[in-house]
């Protein structure tokens, strides 16, 4: 039961549970990544596998 009590909603279809959690991408030299959909903020990295232009 505390597993399933995560995916609770509220009246609006939205998790009541939230999480300070990182996502890494990680790609190869011929990928660059440049933008994301969803409520994320940049982690300001400078590497090759980042793209200049942000989207």
Do not use: P, R
Request: charged share 25%; net charge negative.
């Amino acid at each position: 039961q505390s597993f399933l009590h995560i995916f609770n909603k509220d009246d609006q279809d939205f998790l009541e549970m939230g999480f300070n959690a990182t996502f890494d991408v990680q790609t190869t030299k011929e990928l660059k990544v440049s933008g994301l959909i969803g409520h994320v903020i940049s982690a300001g990295k400078k590497l090759a596998c980042v793209g200049e232009t942000e989207i």
